[in-house]
């Protein structure tokens, strides 16, 4: 099995989360490979603004998830093992790549993102980031 390390960003507007969507249809969130030595938050970041065109600072790590395919290409398994941040965009703009293979997206509400993304992991990981981002976001206001 190839194991490939990956890193990715949980977007934040204010209350809403940008979401985006692939070539297969799948509601996802914004995320790539770790190449060349890079740290994982660099490329989350990176990630978010190649895919998302989104300019944003990371607030706090998310956590991980991992999932597993198989790859016709490679004709082997693989495992995708993804450190996840909090990020908050800077401003409201976005765009979404579609050279990247990304068709649609947006920033959606916690329970309309629920509605759309994919993968169970994923909504997971976005209702806890949505919670923690909240604590965090206050904290700074406060601070």
């Given at each position: 099995?190839?194991?490939?390390?990956?890193?990715?960003?949980?977007?934040?507007?204010?209350?809403?989360?940008?979401?985006?969507?692939?070539?297969?249809?799948?509601?996802?969130?914004?995320?790539?490979?770790?190449?060349?030595?890079?740290?994982?938050?660099?490329?989350?970041?990176?990630?978010?603004?190649?895919?998302?065109?989104?300019?944003?600072?990371?607030?706090?790590?998310?956590?991980?998830?991992?999932?597993?395919?198989?790859?016709?290409?490679?004709?082997?398994?693989?495992?995708?093992?993804?450190?996840?941040?909090?990020?908050?965009?800077?401003?409201d703009e976005f765009t979404v790549s579609k050279d990247e293979?990304?068709?649609?997206?947006?920033?959606?509400?916690?329970?309309?993102?629920?509605?759309?993304?994919t993968y169970s992991q994923d909504k997971a990981l976005v209702r806890l980031s949505f919670?923690?981002?909240?604590?965090?976001?206050?904290?700074?206001?406060?601070?």
């Amino acid at each position: 099995m190839l194991i490939r390390n990956c890193a990715g960003g949980v977007v934040f507007n204010g209350d809403k989360v940008f979401l985006l969507k692939n070539e297969k249809d799948e509601w996802v969130l914004p995320k790539g490979l770790i190449r060349n030595g890079r740290l994982p938050s660099e490329v989350a970041v990176d990630r978010v603004k190649i895919e998302a065109g989104i300019s944003a600072e990371i607030i706090f790590t998310a956590g991980q998830t991992n999932y597993e395919f198989f790859s016709v290409t490679r004709k082997m398994p693989v495992c995708n093992r993804i450190t996840w941040y909090i990020v908050r965009a800077l401003d409201d703009e976005f765009t979404v790549s579609k050279d990247e293979g990304f068709k649609d997206g947006g920033y959606f509400t916690l329970d309309e993102a629920m509605n759309l993304i994919t993968y169970s992991q994923d909504k997971a990981l976005v209702r806890l980031s949505f919670e923690k981002s909240k604590d965090l976001l206050s904290e700074l206001v406060t601070a």
